[in-house]
């Protein structure tokens, strides 16, 4: 596709359950981000794969969350056990190069609702 | 550690007019780029302009431009001749390594 495309565009799930959001980045783009956005707050960096390798696994908030991008494309970010802390919008952005001072072009988002 | 404080939550400017957008960051890296993404209602982030931490000359992007002083830390952008379309949140950013540091946003809406 011509751009960053993440789904669902919007997830509501009840406390204690597991989520999935996938994105697929621009096709060619080696590097892949994924954020954290709360209400009304810029975003947090998560995680970051160059190609297949989680290079940079930092920023993810707990165990519960798990990013994986098995053959260097699609991407999924998988959230276990949902808290309502969880809630935000979820952004995936992708990058042609390796350098980290690309150009990061952003997904819609997901946004992410625990009842 | 790394920051970028944005210190204007909301402005509001009428159609036409001229706004600044301040932005302050901390860093102890020598080299990066800063930047200012755009993030209208319901829509996706975009680039709206990126500085080069080395390069003197502030960026120039059509109405956009930055006001770059590396010394003070600080990364103001400049909107000329603002358009209703301008209505969206601002977000400064830099990156270190590959990680985008992110300010909180400053919302600003265009009034007709």
């Known amino acids: 596709g011509a751009g960053v495309s993440q789904s669902p565009r919007y997830k509501v799930a009840k406390r204690g359950q597991d989520v999935a959001l996938r994105c697929d980045p621009i096709?060619?783009?080696?590097?892949l981000f994924w954020y954290q956005q709360a209400l009304g707050q810029g975003p947090e960096f998560l995680t970051y794969?160059?190609?297949?390798?989680?290079?940079?696994k930092s920023g993810l908030p707990s165990d519960r969350f798990f990013a994986e991008r098995p053959e260097g494309s699609v991407s999924t970010l998988k959230i276990q056990r949902t808290q309502q802390e969880d809630s935000a919008v979820y952004l995936c952005?992708?990058?042609?190069?390796?350098?980290?001072?690309?150009?990061?072009?952003f997904g819609p988002g997901t946004r992410l609702t625990v009842l | 550690a790394q920051t970028v404080t944005q210190s204007q939550p909301e402005m509001s400017v009428q159609e036409a007019e001229t706004v600044t957008l301040s932005c302050t960051y901390d860093t102890s890296e020598s080299n990066y780029y800063l930047f200012w993404y755009k993030q209208p209602p319901s829509r996706q982030m975009i680039l709206v302009i990126r500085q080069e931490a080395y390069k003197q000359q502030n960026a120039t992007e059509n109405r956009f431009s930055v006001n770059f002083q590396k010394a003070a830390k600080s990364f103001s952008l400049k909107i000329s001749d603002s358009q209703l379309g301008d209505t969206a949140m601002y977000f400064c950013?830099?990156?270190?390594?590959?990680?985008?540091?992110w300010g909180a946003g400053t919302k600003l809406i265009i009034k007709p």
């Open positions: 794969f160059q190609n297949e390798a989680q290079l940079d």
């Open positions: 096709s060619g783009h080696v590097s």
């Open positions: 952005a992708s990058s042609l190069g390796t350098s980290g001072l690309d150009e990061q072009f």
């Open positions: 950013a830099f990156v270190s390594n590959y990680q985008l540091i």
